[in-house]
């Protein structure tokens, strides 16, 4: 069950990483630069400026998702080792 889930975890990872390249690929950048602007704002600036911090909150809670289950499952483990 550990490999399956180091699996999922890589898979994730791997999905991370293509989420990533495509926000900064020519399709999204180019919906996103016209001469339009909110707040005064251009829509490129502020799509750089929303969704770069955006993807990295959700790598972080990736991160902090994964370490707060590896130490509950070391928990677990040390648990049932001790008599």
């Given at each position: ?10 898979e994730?990872?791997?999905?991370c990483?293509?989420?990533?390249l ?6 999204f950048?180019h919906i996103?630069?016209?001469?339009q602007s ?14 770069w911090p955006?993807?990295?909150?959700v ?6 998702f994964?370490e707060?289950?590896s130490?509950n ?8 080792s001790?008599?």
């Amino acid at each position: 069950m550990k490999e399956s889930k180091k699996s999922l975890i890589r898979e994730a990872w791997i999905l991370c990483l293509i989420l990533g390249l495509v926000m900064i690929n020519f399709p999204f950048i180019h919906i996103f630069n016209s001469a339009q602007s909110i707040f005064g704002l251009p829509k490129l600036v502020l799509y750089f400026f929303i969704g770069w911090p955006l993807s990295i909150g959700v790598i972080w809670y990736f991160v902090h998702f994964i370490e707060k289950d590896s130490q509950n499952s070391s928990a677990v483990i040390k648990d049932k080792s001790e008599p």
